[in-house]
């Protein structure tokens, strides 16, 4: 389980660190999982974060000690965030993989595709597409603002834990969603590059984005 230790560091070295790192959250007897492949730094003194327009009750958590959750809804699902070092600042986990170890087996991906149905038709998804977002990512792992929003994280329920998962190269880009006028420019988003193609939206294939100027390739120096 990482410590507090982990989150209380800048926002964006947070941010860069979950990068294969695992979530895990016990659903009843089962532990379900997925890989960080895709995260988000926010800061208080920038205009895309919620923590800029104040403190209010329920951005309480992005105010709390790092490693406190902040869970909200968005675009009617849950969304998982963590707060960091400094008031008011805060990392989104954007999206991940379904994870398959001894403590995950395959089992827990039935219980992930059936909490986790293609709205609408009920038919299952395709495991890459199971947590390729930040509410698909809550629902496959079955995590609800109003049981963990201002929680710490729990080893017998939920934690993130690092598993030896090395990430060399790192894409840089701007955030996602950030409305026109509110620091939308900033690249505080990072991705897995082999994963790019499994997150919410790979600028890599993006029309119009363009290398070095929509987007940078970062090595990363520790390999994880």
């Not at 003194?45 to 951005?59: A, C, I, N």
């Not at 958590?61 to 805060?90: C, E, H, Q």
């Not at 395959?106 to 009920?122: A, D, Y």
């Amino acid at each position: 389980m990482l410590t507090t230790d982990f989150f209380n560091r800048d926002a964006r070295v947070v941010a860069r660190a979950l990068l294969g790192k695992v979530i895990r959250h016990r659903y009843r007897s089962a532990w379900l999982a997925c890989r960080i492949i895709e995260t988000e730094a926010y800061y208080l003194h920038e205009k895309g974060s919620h923590s800029s327009q104040g403190l209010t009750e329920k951005r309480t958590a992005m105010f709390m000690p790092p490693g406190t959750i902040y869970m909200y809804y968005a675009r009617g699902g849950d969304s998982l965030n963590i707060s960091v070092r400094g008031k008011g600042n805060a990392v989104l986990i954007k999206s991940g993989l379904p994870w398959v170890d001894d403590q995950s087996p395959t089992t827990t991906l039935r219980i992930m595709r059936r909490l986790n149905p293609v709205k609408g038709s009920g038919r299952q998804r395709p495991t890459n597409q199971l947590c390729a977002g930040q509410t698909l990512l809550c629902r496959a792992l079955n995590l609800k603002v109003p049981d963990w929003d201002q929680q710490a994280f729990d080893p017998d329920s939920l934690y993130i834990e690092d598993v030896g998962n090395t990430v060399p190269k790192i894409i840089q880009a701007p955030r996602l969603g950030i409305p026109p006028g509110r620091d939308e420019h900033l690249m505080y988003r990072f991705i897995d590059y082999p994963y790019a193609t499994d997150c919410t939206s790979n600028p890599l294939t993006r029309r119009g984005m363009t290398a070095g100027v929509d987007y940078r390739i970062v090595r990363n120096a520790t390999g994880g």
